[in-house]
């Protein structure tokens, strides 16, 4: 099992920058790929972000130069650095965990955190 925590949202100007993180529990973390995710209202949720264990990453065209993804396998914790934010950036950003048990892939989600870009 494991719990995924966010962080670090909040109300920011357009050009302004946030720093989201995610708290994992469990022994998995490092075993995993993370990656964050946003759902905008009215919109479907949409891929932000991923990084694999070894730390490959992709990224959504629309963040591209404008996030990083990160990982700390020693502190469970996975980031995302948002920079230069836009009002279209606003949403809930959630992280979820991919994880391999050797029978079947698994995901766990956060709760979310809320990030609203002001224009």
């Keep these: 099992q494991v719990q995924l925590v966010e962080s670090g949202g909040g109300l920011v100007q357009a050009g302004g920058s946030l720093r989201l993180s995610c708290a994992a529990s469990g022994s998995i973390f490092s075993r995993s790929a993370m990656g964050w995710y946003r759902q905008a209202p009215g919109k479907q949720r949409e891929l932000v972000a991923t990084i694999t264990s070894g730390g490959m990453t992709n990224y959504a065209d629309s963040v591209k130069g404008r996030f990083t993804i990160s990982r700390d396998n020693a502190k469970n914790a996975l980031y995302l650095q948002m920079n230069n ?21 698994r995901d766990y989600w956060g709760q979310g955190t809320q990030v609203t870009v002001s224009s």
Aim: hydrophobic content about 35%; overall charge neutral.
């Design 85 to 105: 934010l836009k009002p279209e950036d606003t949403a809930v950003y959630s992280c979820k965990a991919t994880y391999n048990n050797g029978i079947a892939l």
